[in-house]
Nanobody, 120 residues
Framework: QVQLVESGGGLVQAGDSLKLSCAVSGSIFRINSMGWYRQAPGKQRELVATVASSGSTNYADSVKGRFTISRDNAKNTVDLQMHSLKPEDTAVYYC??????????????WGQGTQVNVSA
């Protein structure tokens, strides 16, 4: 089994910064993609940023230039550094990973989510 543990959410003011972290543990052979998604009340879950095993990154247009995703392959962690936060960034942020387990099977896993609230 694989566990994703997220941390770093909270309540901040517009313009502030916040860092989210996600640690992946368990029966892991190789992690492929890691990423962050978010879901605001009444809206669908959307991609925020992803980082491939190669290190290549992809960002939603709404966060480009403000958010930075990074991963530590040795620790199986992925971080999301968020700057210049806006009220519209308020959402539950979910960590997602795709990986091969020790049996060679491919899986997608989601974290339980961490709440980010940005006040005006």
């Amino acid at each position: 089994q694989v566990q994703l543990v997220e941390s770093g959410g909270g309540l901040v003011q517009a313009g502030d910064s916040l860092k989210l972290s996600c640690a992946v543990s368990g029966s892991i052979f190789r992690i492929n993609s890691m990423g962050w998604y978010r879901q605001a009340p009444g809206k669908q879950r959307e991609l925020v940023a992803t980082v491939a095993s190669s290190g290549s990154t992809n960002y939603a247009d709404s966060v480009k230039g403000r958010f930075t995703i990074s991963r530590d392959n040795a620790k199986n962690t992925v971080d999301l550094q968020m700057h210049s936060l806006k009220p519209e960034d308020t959402a539950v942020y979910y960590c997602k990973t795709s990986l091969y387990d020790r049996l060679g099977l491919f899986h997608y896993y989601w974290g339980q989510g961490t709440q980010v609230n940005v006040s005006a």
